[in-house]
Structure formats: C-alpha cells, structure tokens
Antibody, heavy 121, light 105 residues
Framework: EVQLLESGGGLVQPGGSLRLSCAAS????????MSWVRQAPGKGLEWVSL????????YYDDSVKGRFTISRDDSKNALYLQMNNLRAEDTAVYYC??????????????WGQGTLVTVSS | VMTQSPVTLPVSPGERATLSCRAS??????LAWYQQKPGQPPRLVIY???TRATGIPARFSGSGSGTEFTLTISSLQSEDFGVYYC?????????FGGGTNIEIK
C-alpha cells in the first residue's frame, strides 16, 4: 500500500522558516517525480514545486521561487521542502504528491494527508 | 491558466453532471481530473484526458483536447459529490483549475 506522510507543519512568524518532510512507502521512490501542492484555507489547489525522479531537475511556481527549495533523499524515501522568508499568503495545507506511480503518466497519482502551515504574527 | 465552469453545480442523484475546463493555451491531452471531499486530499479520477484511474467507476468519462475539456458523470451517486479540479501537465508551471463543486440539488 502506498503511503505518503507529511510532517513539519506548524505556526511560524512572517519572515521565518520551516522545513516540511514527506515519508514515502509502498512504491519505488527513486523512480518517480515528486511534488508539493498546497491549498489555502477554503481555496483551491496550487502547485508549488516538483523534483524529478533522479533528482537532477527542480521546478517552482513563481510565487515561491527563490524562497522555497525542494529536495529528496532516496536512501530514506523522503521528500523535503525548505521554506524561507515565509509570508502570510503561504498559509495552507501542504500536500506531498507522487507523479505517475499508479498510472505511469504525469498526473498526481498518490497524495498524502497534508500538513498545515500557518504564517502569522 | 485553467478555467473551470460552473463554479457550483447542483445535481440530483441519478442525474448527469457535465463539468468544463478550459486552458488558456494548448495542453494537448495532458489533463487530469481530481475529486476532493472535505478534510481529505484530492483523489485522481481521470488522467491523460480520458483514462479512468484504477477503481474509478465507468460512469466517469473525460473528453477533449487542446484547450477544451469535459468531465461527465453519467448518473450521479451520493459518493460523487464534492469538488472537482482539472490540472494540466503539459506546460510549466503546472496549473489547476479553480474547481467545480458538485452539490446535492
């Protein structure tokens, strides 16, 4: 059974930093692209960042470029998101998502339950 | 930019639901649909425009190409209510539509 378990969310002040983690199991982690998708309270889904299966390519939405860094540790089946210089508009549930693990396509096939990040003073 | 319509769709159980998704530029056939219920993560329903994900019943179907896409639920069941998002994965950045909330009429 595929499992994605996010952790690391919490309350942080504007300008602060937070590191999210996602522990993956049930599939060959190093084969697949992994991504972070967020959802502000009461709002829709917003893609944040993606890292390729080999880890040699990373992509970011413009809203987080230069502030967030995605990384992975295939030896630990883990995905990370380092978030710096956080803003109130970064407040959201952050989901870890696997790309293609079920379909072999480029859709987000598996999702974690999410971790809530609140940026407030 | 992905634009979904309508924002809200009141439907009675057993009725047909048709959801639309429009892309501001071509995404070829690289489009997925997700269902989300309150307090839960999204669930993949359709990928590559028209292929049902594992475990998704045949009453769900997807169609379209380029910039215009449709998700159809032929006979709505109680478990189908929720918010549906389209998402394109042809262009960077990856983008989601704003969602269509299927609610009980």
């Amino acid at each position: 059974e595929v499992q994605l378990l996010e952790s690391g969310g919490g309350l942080v002040q504007p300008g602060g930093s937070l590191r999210l983690s996602c522990a993956a199991s049930g599939f060959t982690f190093n084969k697949y692209d992994m991504s972070w998708v967020r959802q502000a309270p009461g709002k829709g889904l917003e893609w944040v960042s993606l890292i390729s299966g080999p880890g040699d390519a990373t992509y970011y939405d413009d809203s987080v470029k230069g502030r967030f860094t995605i990384s992975r540790d295939d030896s630990k089946n883990a995905l990370y998101l380092q978030m710096n210089n956080l803003r109130a508009e970064d407040t959201a549930v952050y989901y870890c998502a696997n790309r293609g693990g079920l379909t072999g396509s480029l859709s987000f096939d598996y999702w974690g339950q999410g971790t809530l990040v609140t940026v407030s003073s | 930019v992905m634009t979904q319509s309508p924002v809200t769709l009141p439907v009675s159980p057993g009725e047909r639901a048709t959801l639309s998704c429009r892309a501001s530029r071509s995404v070829r056939y690289y489009l997925a649909w997700y269902q989300q219920k309150p307090g839960q993560p999204p669930r993949l329903v359709i990928y590559d425009t028209s292929t049902r994900a594992t475990g998704i019943p045949a009453r769900f179907s997807g169609s379209g190409s380029g910039t215009e896409f449709t998700l159809t639920i032929s006979s709505l069941q109680s478990e189908d209510f929720g918010v549906y998002y389209c998402q394109q994965y042809n262009n960077w950045p990856l983008t989601f539509g704003g969602g269509t909330n299927i609610e009980i009429k």
